[in-house]
Each structure stands twice: as structure tokens, then as C-alpha cells.
T-cell receptor, first 115, second 111 residues
Framework: NAGVMQNPRHLVRRRGQEARLRCSPMKGHSHVYWYRQLPEEGLKFMVYLQKENIIDESGMPKERFSAEFPKEGPSILRIQQVVRGDSAAYFCASSPVSGSVNEQFFGPGTRLTVL | GENVEQHPSTLSVQEGDSAVIKCTYS??????FPWYKQELGKGPQLIID?????GEKKDQRIAVTLNKTAKHFSLHITETQPEDSAVYFCAARIRDDKIIFGKGTRLHILP
């Protein structure tokens, strides 16, 4: 059973470009969470999604950031018109059931560098 | 708002000694407290967790304690080994499935 997959592992973008980060949850998991980690910082919650639904996006910036988890395919975190401050590691995690204390399994992360 | 404080930010211990990392949380409704280990270039990996109906849990060299009254929880690593060197994050689950993380402790095991 493969773990949480994220790609690309490293992404370099110039200011003003778009960044698309992909996350495939573990098999059988229908809940996905995105976190952002700045250097020497902890993980900051961004958004929680179930298939075709955004459950909680309270941690996501109101502009330029969006996330989706379609019925088929991976979850996508999209950052439009990237700025240098968007440089960070972005992790996704998945879990099988909500409303319980199930563990969140993390992927290896995508390291975004904005030049 | 919800907050998790973690101390120390950096910890160096001699190989074989014990390491203790402490966290406090602000939301009294928190009911689940996982600890994650993150090695360089990798995603966080769960190493142990504790639920609010338990005061202590142990797994080999790792133990966690929880004091709900004081809203404190701690990670204890005994007989530390070089492979324990990593960044450790405490976290607290609040409403629904939202987890708040501490800022991390960089643990160095000295030879």
C-alpha cells in the first residue's frame, strides 16, 4: 500500500507564474489536508478537503491560493501569481475517517522556490 | 485563538541520555495529541500519540505524558541514539480534524 504521494518534489517558479502542487492520498483515504512549512517553523494548516468538497479553508490566504480534490485524480493546491514569500515546503496529509482521532499520514512534501 | 507552544526550540543531549520536549495547548476541547518526527528532506512521521482519556503512554524508548488540567503534554526519549536526531513536533487536535502544530524542537544527539 503506497503512502501519500506528492509531486513534484521540487518546483521552481519565477514571480508571477503559477504553481500547481499535486497530492495523491493513501489508498482508501478520502480526506486530504494541506500544510505549509516555512524554514525553521512548524506546519501551518491551510485547507481540509474531502472528495469534491472543501471542508475547512480557514488557513488558506484569501487571494491567489485555491485547492480542489476532484472525484477522480489527485488533490491540487494552486498558487497563482507566485511571490517570493510563497517559497516554502508544502505538505499534504490524508486520513481515512473524519470525526475521530485517526492519524494523518504525511507525504514527502513539495519544496517551492520562487525566484 | 488556538495555539500550541513547544519548548525548547533546540536540544542537545549526549548519546544514551534522555531528552524531554514540552508543549502546552490553549484549547481545552483538544482531545488528541500526536507527536511527529521529521528528518531532513522528509515529511513528518507519527511516532506516538495520546488521547485525552489517558495520562501516559509508552512505546519502547518513547513515552508521552498528558496533564489535561494544566494543558501540558511532554515527549520523553530515553537511551537516545544517533538516529533520534531530527526535528520533533507536538500537535493538538481541535475541532473536527484540524491539528495545530508546535514550532518544533531540533534534537541533536551528541556522540
Amino acid at each position: 500500500n503506497a503512502g501519500v504521494m506528492q509531486n513534484p518534489r521540487h518546483l521552481v517558479r519565477r514571480r508571477g507564474q503559477e504553481a500547481r502542487l499535486r497530492c495523491s492520498p493513501m489508498k482508501g483515504h478520502s480526506h486530504v489536508y494541506w500544510y505549509r512549512q516555512l524554514p525553521e517553523e512548524g506546519l501551518k494548516f491551510m485547507v481540509y478537503l474531502q472528495k469534491e468538497n472543501i471542508i475547512d479553508e480557514s488557513g488558506m490566504p484569501k487571494e491567489r491560493f485555491s485547492a480542489e480534490f476532484p472525484k477522480e485524480g489527485p488533490s491540487i493546491l494552486r498558487i497563482q501569481q507566485v511571490v517570493r514569500g510563497d517559497s516554502a515546503a508544502y505538505f499534504c496529509a490524508s486520513s481515512p475517517v473524519s470525526g475521530s482521532v485517526n492519524e494523518q499520514f504525511f507525504g514527502p512534501g513539495t519544496r517551492l522556490t520562487v525566484l | 485563538g488556538e495555539n500550541v507552544e513547544q519548548h525548547p526550540s533546540t536540544l542537545s543531549v549526549q548519546e544514551g541520555d534522555s531528552a524531554v520536549i514540552k508543549c502546552t495547548y490553549s484549547d481545552s476541547a483538544s482531545n488528541y495529541f500526536p507527536w511527529y518526527k521529521q528528518e531532513l528532506g522528509k515529511g513528518p512521521q507519527l511516532i506516538i500519540d495520546i488521547r485525552s482519556n489517558v495520562g501516559e503512554k509508552k512505546d519502547q524508548r518513547i513515552a508521552v505524558t498528558l496533564n489535561k488540567t494544566a494543558k501540558h503534554f511532554s515527549l520523553h526519549i530515553t537511551e537516545t541514539q544517533p538516529e533520534d536526531s531530527a526535528v520533533y513536533f507536538c500537535a493538538a487536535r481541535i475541532r473536527d480534524d484540524k491539528i495545530i502544530f508546535g514550532k518544533g524542537t531540533r534534537l541533536h544527539i551528541l556522540p
